[in-house]
């Protein structure tokens, strides 16, 4: 082993000590651990009955094995379309997987992309979807050919292992592939390095769905006699919930640095990377039932320099895996941990898991965010081209048939490809002379290029919501392309079509799309009708704030009018649309905009 090797075996062994079989919840849910957590420790990492239910005969899975799934990247969904036709002809529901691929910073190759696209053919609903954590999704995935979709994944060098669950999720990285430049290397790299890390190890994942289907011999890796040998990161329990990591930079905040669990904000000196500013404590899931709960923007913990922060991350972890709540998942993410221990006891504590003090974070403040649309050169000679993925939605329609384009495009110009956090597309090492090929191959296939779309669509974003996510209210992703086309017209009567400021809907308070810290915040709290935010930033780093609740559908473009009107009268120079919502407040919104301020 290298001398890294044994520092960070000694590290782990250290948190493992001070407490960390990753089961220990606070002295008082010792004795009430949630229902996930019972089926964590009784499923002898992950393992559960997943490989007897795979072939009972049924297209579901248990309760249980649902829970442990999702550590494997899949989700277990129906069709709530069909759910009152299924009813009334006494049918069950129409059952279905969601699979998710894991790829850190977004980056995997055309081979790759063809490969998830002759899956979505092949065994999902036909299309693809570019997640906001960089990541693909192929929905409509049937049960009988789940295990064939993981192993057909895992094929191409993908995996779906920690897409989802109660570990470190995908890790974020800022996408844009700048090729001389040593910071963005340096961050892909650290992204990489995370992804390992925070990987699993339990081998449940390789003996369930990477078995040779011929011989049924198991691939294994890893592993051990006992449980921190195993998962020396997480134990026999892993996290408390799902944990998010992202890496960026001041002047490029795309990945949304602070609406996550760990955000680590390169600090540069002369395009070197000196350290991170190590936030923590970001996150946006909301229950509207529990008043208990509430979004939360990162804050700055310390400085760290290169060799320190994977040391400093995984003492966070510890902290949070330890700590906790294990009894309610409702406040079981690490902003309720650091609010129940309160901020100076946690800082002390992650101080005592890393073995040493902290610096305080530099005064360092983000002031950019490049989505990466349109052509850029890399930098090398070759260049790379953003493409707009409405939602990030890949599927071929009557007037667009954006899946037959990238099939082109990867199978010929096999261009690198990056996934942005806003759901959209990079393609990279671009040769000078097939730049006009790229677009004419897009535009022959009915897709705008990103200098053809307006900015409001640019600048939104939705989650999937209806008909296959199983906790959404009302609509998002099928509902926003119709706000934006009507918001279009307004902004062009206003002559605000060029202002910049993000739109992000939400099919229910969950947060999935960002909506908590965007300039438009539209969340949905009941069939048809949106909670307006408003107030918060391009730039990401504050939360917006509650305008009006309960507005129905038909009414959202209206409400949005009346304050883009006032903001064009009253607008301070230079002021962006956040910024002015921001500085005025809500009370001083309603009394210019909507002579009725009860929010009806």
Not at 85 to 99: D, F, I, N, R
Not at 117 to 122: A, F, I, T
Not at 168 to 196: I, S, W
Not at 430 to 456: F, M, P, Q, Y
Request: charged letters at 25%; glycine letters at 10%.
């Amino acid at each position: 082993m290298s001398t890294q090797d044994d520092a960070k075996a000694a590290l782990l062994a250290k948190l493992n000590k001070a407490g960390a079989s990753g089961a220990k919840p606070p002295a008082k849910t010792k004795n009430a651990l949630s229902a996930v957590e019972k089926a964590k420790i009784d499923s002898n990492y992950l393992r559960g009955d997943i490989s007897d239910e795979l072939v009972d005969g049924n297209d579901f899975f248990g309760k249980a094995n649902i829970q442990l799934l999702k550590h494997h990247g899949t989700y277990q969904q129906d069709n709530r379309d069909a759910r009152s036709k299924a009813k009334k002809s006494g049918a069950g529901k129409a059952y279905s997987l969601m699979v998710r691929t894991k790829i850190p910073g977004g980056r995997l190759t055309s081979e790759q992309l063809l490969a998830e696209m002759d899956l979505c053919d092949e065994v999902g609903n036909t299309t693809l979807r570019i997640t906001t954590r960089q990541g693909l999704q192929l929905h409509g995935v049937l049960k009988q050919n789940l295990q064939r979709t993981i192993r057909r994944i895992n094929e191409v060098q993908l995996s779906t292992l920690a897409a989802c669950g109660d570990v470190g999720r995908n890790v974020m990285c800022t996408p844009a592939p700048y090729k001389l430049d040593p910071v963005h290397r340096e961050m892909q790299a650290l992204a990489d390095k995370f992804a390992e890390h925070l990987c699993p190890r339990t081998t449940a994942y390789h003996e369930i769905w990477l078995s040779d289907p011929e011989t049924g011999e198991k691939e294994l890796v890893g592993g051990g006699a006992n449980g921190h040998e195993i998962e020396p990161l997480y134990g026999k329990t892993y996290l408390p919930r799902k944990f998010k990591v992202a890496i960026g930079l001041p002047g490029d905040n795309s990945v949304d640095l602070y609406a996550n669990d760990l955000g680590l904000m390169a600090i540069c000196d002369d395009f070197q990377i000196v350290g991170y500013n190590v936030l923590v404590g970001g996150g946006f899931g909301v229950t509207p039932s529990a008043k208990k709960t509430y979004p939360a923007v990162a804050r700055p913990l310390a400085f760290v320099t290169p060799d320190q922060v994977l040391d400093v991350a995984t003492a966070v972890i510890g902290v949070q895996r330890d700590h906790g709540n294990r009894s309610d998942r409702k406040v079981a993410r690490l902003k309720y941990t650091i609010a129940t221990m309160g901020w100076e006891t946690f800082r002390a504590k992650v101080e005592e898991y890393y073995g040493a003090s902290l610096p305080e974070p530099r005064a360092v403040s983000v002031f950019g965010h490049d989505d990466g649309m349109g052509w850029h050169a890399q930098g090398d000679g070759r260049w790379f081209y953003g493409l707009n993925v409405e939602n990030g939605r890949i599927q071929d329609t009557g007037s667009m048939q954006l899946k037959t384009a990238l099939r082109e495009i990867c199978s010929t110009l096999a261009p690198e490809i990056r996934l942005t956090a806003h759901q959209s597309i990079l393609f990279a090492d671009v040769a000078e002379a097939d730049k006009s090929r790229l677009e004419e191959i897009l535009r022959r296939h009915g897709v705008k290029l990103t200098e053809e779309i307006s900015n409001a669509r640019r600048w939104s974003m939705a989650c999937p919501a209806m008909p296959t996510c199983g906790l959404a209210v009302t609509e998002s992703e099928r509902a926003l392309p119709g706000v934006i086309d009507q918001l279009e017209g307004e902004l062009d009567r206003l002559g605000l079509a060029d202002e910049q400021f993000t739109i992000r809907m939400t099919g229910c308070p969950n947060g999935c799309a960002r909506p908590y810290n965007s300039d438009v915040g539209l969340v949905g709290k009941t069939a048809g009708k949106y909670t307006v935010f408003l107030g918060g930033s391009v730039l990401g780093h504050r939360l917006n704030t509650l305008y009006k609740d309960l507005v129905p559908s038909d009414q959202v473009v209206p409400t949005l009018v009346a304050v883009l009107e006032y903001f064009k009268a009253a607008r301070e120079s230079g002021e962006s649309f956040g910024d002015f919502c921001h500085r005025k407040g809500t009370d001083d919104l309603l009394a210019h905009c909507d002579e009725d301020s009860t929010g009806g």
